[in-house]
C-alpha cells in the first residue's frame, strides 16, 4: 500500500509534534477493498446503526471484513445484518467477538453507556474505536473504562456527513493509543477519505467540535443570506449561482441551497447533533475564556429551531428559526 503524504504542507506545520496526516484516492480505496478481501480481514464490531453508522458498517463488510454489529434497538441494525454482518444481543458480545470493535452513537452520554456496556467484552489485545462526537472528558472518561481492560482506545471523530459515509469519504480525528490508530489503518482507509492522529486523547475530539462549531456558523450566516435575498426580492436560486463562482463557494453550500429554498430537510446530519456540537464547543471556549459571539448566536438559532420541532431534521431547518 502506499500512501501519498499530505497534500498541503501546512497541514503538517500547524500539527504537533506527534501529528501524522494520511490520505488517499478514491481509486485506491476501491483497489484496496479487492485486497482486504484476501490479505487483512479483520474481525470488527460495530455498536450504533443511525445514519452514519449504517453505511460505515456495510463499507467494512464490503471490503471483506468480519462484521459483528449491535445496535441499542435491534430493528435498526437490519440494513447491516441483511449486507453480511452477524447481530449481538449485546455490545459486549459484539466486542467480545471482535478484534477492534468501532463504535457511532449519538451522545456524551449514549457513547459512556455504551462503554460501560461493552467493557466485559473487552481484553488485552482488543481494540476499541469511539468515532462518535463528544467532548474531551467523556472521551477521556471512556478511555478509563476501555484501559481498565486491557484494551486500547482511540477516539476518532469523523468529519464528512451521510453521504460521505456511504462513499468512504469520511476524514477521521484521531487520538490515544497510536499503535491501534497503526492496527486500525485498512478499516479507517475502507470508511474514510483521510486520517489524522493528532496525539493524546481530547485532541481528536476537539479538532471535532471545533470543525462543526465553524460549520454551524457557517450554516446561520448562509441561512441568513437566503431569508434576507427571499425578503428583498432577489431570486434565492441566483444567489446561490453568484455564492458559488466567488470565494465563499462551498461543497456544504452547493449541497444544502437547493433543498433550503425547496423548504425540505431530510436528515442527513440531524439538527439536535449540530445543536449538541455546538454546545460542547461552547463549554469548550468556555473552558478556555475564549470568546464566540458569532458561535454562541449561532447557538441560539438551533435551540430555537430545536424547541420548535426540528431535532430531527437535517440541521440546515434552522432557516426555520431565521424566518420566524
Ligand atoms: P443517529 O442517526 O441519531 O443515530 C444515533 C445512534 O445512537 C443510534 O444507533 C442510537 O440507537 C444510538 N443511541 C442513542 N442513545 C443511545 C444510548 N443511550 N445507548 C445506546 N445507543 C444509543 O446519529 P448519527 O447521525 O448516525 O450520528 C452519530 C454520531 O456521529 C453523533 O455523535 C453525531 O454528532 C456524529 N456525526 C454525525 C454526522 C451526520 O452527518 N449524521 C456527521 C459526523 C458526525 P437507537 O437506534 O437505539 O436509538
Given at each position: 500500500?502506499?500512501?501519498?503524504?499530505?497534500?498541503?504542507?501546512?497541514?503538517?506545520?500547524?500539527?504537533?509534534?506527534?501529528?501524522h496526516f494520511h490520505t488517499?484516492?478514491?481509486?485506491?480505496?476501491?483497489?484496496?477493498?479487492?485486497?482486504?478481501?484476501?490479505?487483512?480481514?479483520?474481525?470488527?464490531?460495530?455498536?450504533?446503526?443511525?445514519?452514519?453508522?449504517?453505511?460505515?458498517?456495510?463499507?467494512?463488510?464490503?471490503?471483506?471484513?468480519?462484521?459483528?454489529?449491535?445496535?441499542?434497538?435491534?430493528?435498526?441494525?437490519?440494513?447491516?445484518?441483511?449486507?453480511?454482518?452477524?447481530?449481538?444481543?449485546?455490545?459486549?458480545?459484539?466486542?467480545?467477538?471482535?478484534?477492534?470493535?468501532?463504535?457511532?452513537?449519538?451522545?456524551?452520554?449514549?457513547?459512556?453507556?455504551?462503554?460501560?456496556?461493552?467493557?466485559?467484552?473487552?481484553?488485552?489485545?482488543?481494540?476499541?474505536?469511539?468515532?462518535?462526537?463528544?467532548?474531551?472528558?467523556?472521551?477521556?472518561?471512556?478511555?478509563?473504562?476501555?484501559?481498565?481492560?486491557?484494551?486500547?482506545?482511540?477516539?476518532?471523530?469523523?468529519?464528512?456527513?451521510?453521504?460521505?459515509?456511504?462513499?468512504?469519504?469520511?476524514?477521521?480525528?484521531?487520538?490515544?493509543?497510536?499503535?491501534?490508530?497503526?492496527?486500525?489503518?485498512?478499516?479507517?482507509?475502507?470508511?474514510?477519505?483521510?486520517?489524522?492522529?493528532?496525539?493524546?486523547?481530547?485532541?481528536?475530539?476537539?479538532?471535532?467540535?471545533?470543525?462543526?462549531?465553524?460549520?454551524?456558523?457557517?450554516?446561520?450566516?448562509?441561512?441568513?443570506?437566503?431569508?434576507?435575498?427571499?425578503?428583498?426580492?432577489?431570486?434565492?436560486?441566483?444567489?446561490?449561482?453568484?455564492?458559488?463562482?466567488?470565494?465563499?463557494a462551498s461543497p456544504m453550500?452547493?449541497?444544502?441551497?437547493?433543498?433550503?429554498?425547496?423548504?425540505?430537510?431530510?436528515?442527513?446530519?440531524?439538527?439536535?447533533?449540530?445543536q449538541k456540537d455546538m454546545?460542547?464547543?461552547?463549554?469548550?471556549?468556555?473552558?478556555?475564556?475564549?470568546?464566540?459571539?458569532?458561535?454562541?448566536?449561532?447557538?441560539?438559532?438551533?435551540?430555537?429551531?430545536?424547541?420548535?420541532?426540528?431535532?430531527?431534521?437535517?440541521?440546515?431547518?434552522?432557516?426555520?428559526?431565521?424566518?420566524?
Amino acid at each position: 500500500m502506499t500512501r501519498t503524504s499530505a497534500p498541503n504542507a501546512s497541514c503538517f506545520a500547524r500539527a504537533r509534534i506527534n501529528t501524522h496526516f494520511h490520505t488517499h484516492s478514491r481509486a485506491r480505496t476501491v483497489r484496496r477493498a479487492s485486497v482486504v478481501a484476501h490479505a487483512e480481514t479483520m474481525k470488527i464490531g460495530f455498536l450504533g446503526c443511525g445514519i452514519m453508522g449504517v453505511p460505515m458498517a456495510k463499507n467494512l463488510i464490503n471490503a471483506g471484513h468480519e462484521v459483528t454489529v449491535w445496535n441499542r434497538t435491534s430493528d435498526a441494525a437490519k440494513p447491516v445484518v441483511d449486507a453480511g454482518a452477524a447481530l449481538a444481543a449485546t455490545a459486549a458480545e459484539a466486542c467480545a467477538a471482535s478484534d477492534v470493535t468501532f463504535v457511532m452513537v449519538s451522545t456524551p452520554e449514549a457513547a459512556t453507556a455504551v462503554a460501560n456496556a461493552a467493557k466485559d467484552g473487552l481484553s488485552a489485545g482488543k481494540g476499541y474505536v469511539d468515532v462518535s462526537t463528544v467532548d474531551a472528558e467523556t472521551s477521556s472518561a471512556i478511555a478509563e473504562i476501555v484501559r481498565s481492560t486491557g484494551a486500547e482506545f482511540l477516539e476518532a471523530p469523523v468529519s464528512g456527513s451521510k453521504k460521505p459515509a456511504e462513499d468512504g469519504a469520511l476524514i477521521f480525528l484521531c487520538a490515544g493509543d497510536e499503535t491501534l490508530y497503526r492496527r486500525c489503518s485498512e478499516p479507517l482507509e475502507t470508511m474514510g477519505k483521510a486520517h489524522f492522529f493528532l496525539g493524546d486523547v481530547g485532541q481528536g475530539a476537539k479538532m471535532k467540535l471545533v470543525v462543526n462549531m465553524i460549520m454551524g456558523s457557517m450554516m446561520t450566516a448562509f441561512a441568513e443570506g437566503l431569508t434576507l435575498s427571499e425578503k428583498c426580492d432577489l431570486d434565492p436560486e441566483t444567489l446561490l449561482q453568484v455564492i458559488s463562482l466567488g470565494a465563499i463557494a462551498s461543497p456544504m453550500f452547493a449541497l444544502k441551497g437547493p433543498t433550503m429554498n425547496a423548504g425540505a430537510f431530510p436528515p442527513a446530519f440531524p439538527l439536535k447533533h449540530q445543536q449538541k456540537d455546538m454546545r460542547l464547543a461552547i463549554a469548550l471556549a468556555d473552558q478556555l475564556r475564549q470568546e464566540m459571539p458569532v458561535a454562541a448566536a449561532a447557538n441560539e438559532l438551533y435551540k430555537r429551531a430545536a424547541r420548535d420541532g426540528c431535532d430531527d431534521e437535517d440541521f440546515s431547518a434552522v432557516i426555520k428559526a431565521v424566518k420566524k
